[in-house]
Structure formats: C-alpha cells, structure tokens
C-alpha cells in the first residue's frame, strides 16, 4: 500500500494548477528549442504558374548590346581644303565606298559623286582614272539601284566634268564595261546595258565608234533585231540610229 507522502504528491500532481502550469512549462520550453535550432527563415511555398521576385540583392548578368553602323565618317576632313558633299564627305572617302557590301551604301556614294561632280568638277583632277574606273564597275552592279545611280553619275558628273577630250583616254575601258554589261549572265543587267550605253552614244558616238568591238555592237544589233530582255524599250529612236553609224565606222576601219 502506498504512504500516506506518496498519496499526497499524487494528490497535488493532478490538481488543475498544477497540470495547466506544467502544460506552460513545456510549450514555452519547446518554442525556446526551436529558436536556438539555427533556422534563418521560413521558405515560402512557391504557387503553380506564378513568377517569382526576385530578391532586391539579386546581382542581375544579362549582357545587351548594340550595333552603331556609320558608313560615312567625316573625321580628319574637316579644314583641309577638300570639295565636301552635304554629308561632309570628299571624293576619297567616296571611292571607297562604291566597293562597300552594302548596296545602299553603294548607291549612296554614286549619288554623291554626281552630287560633287556637277558643283565641284575640278575635283576631277588627280583622281580622273579612279573615279572613271569604279564609276563603270557599278555599271555591271548586282543590284539594279547601284546601276541607275552608276548611270546618273556617269551622264550627269562624270562625263560633263572630263569633257569630250577628257575622256578619250577612258572611252575604251567604258565601252568595254558597257559590253560586259550587254554579254552579261543576268536578264536584269543585259535589260539595263542599253541605257548606259545610250549616254555614251549622246555625249560621245565617235569616241564609241573607235572603240567599240564589232561583237558587242553585232550583240546590241541582235538584242534589238529580237526585242529580248526589254533592250528595245530602253534605247530610244536616236540611240538606235547612232548604234548603226558606230556599227557602220566600225566596219568600215576593217
């Protein structure tokens, strides 16, 4: 049987004070566990479909960049003395970009060759063969916008700036570029040969005359005869008859 202490500790053990102070005692013990168990933060449940925030520390590595294309630069011309177009370039800077890959940049300089040419024609003088050599090559261009200007700059600056005298020592490598033009493997091009060759004819048909090989004047007189690739469109009544007097002149120094 047990004592009469034993009875009483039991006695006091469940008594309602006893048992809710006791109930105190261990929350307050575990909260305090809890605490000193080393945890930083609560993770928060990430929801389905919802983007999440980045933190305000987040170093952010995305890397843009872009591109600046200047295809004309006046750097260095500036108070030298040169013949400049409205954009500031000189025929220098010019010539180098009718080889550019860019056709409108290309086009762009043909334009302002003509553009400088028909103010500033003395700017002809010590570059005469340069400008006359990559103003022909666009005539053969790939793209059908360099080859109108290329034509324009060759009717309307290139040729009034040599004159007749001029340019006559370039009238067999034009003509030669004009019957590349003619031969050449693409439609579009040959359909286009008969106009370049037209402002040659106009400004000079004696000089075309001399120079022009029989086989490019007997193949204008073909595209003509047939009326293939749109060559008769492109060459006027006058364009045609001096085609025939530069065909009979050459027939006739044979």
Known sequence: RPSESARRRRARASS??????????????????????????????????????????????????????LPGQTVGTEGKGEALTN????????????????????????????????????????????VVEKTAERLVDREQIVRVAARAALKHGVLPALGKRGTAPFAKRLVLHVGAALTHVDPVTRRDAPAALETLLDFAPELVAAHAPAATLRHLADLLRRGDDAASSALDASASASATAAAAAASARR
């Open 16 to 69: 309602p004070g006893r048992r809710s102070a006791a109930a105190m005692g261990k929350k307050t013990k575990g909260v305090n566990n809890r605490q000193s168990g080393g945890i930083d933060f609560i993770r928060a449940k990430k929801k389905v479909g919802k983007k999440i925030k980045k933190q305000a520390n987040v170093t952010d590595t995305t890397v843009r960049a872009k591109r600046i294309n």
């Open 87 to 130: 954009r500031g370039l000189s025929m220098s800077e010019l010539l180098n970009q009718t080889s550019h890959y860019s056709e409108k940049v290309r086009k762009d300089a043909l334009e302002g060759m003509r553009e400088l040419l028909e103010a500033h024609p003395e700017t002809m003088k010590g570059s005469a063969a340069a």
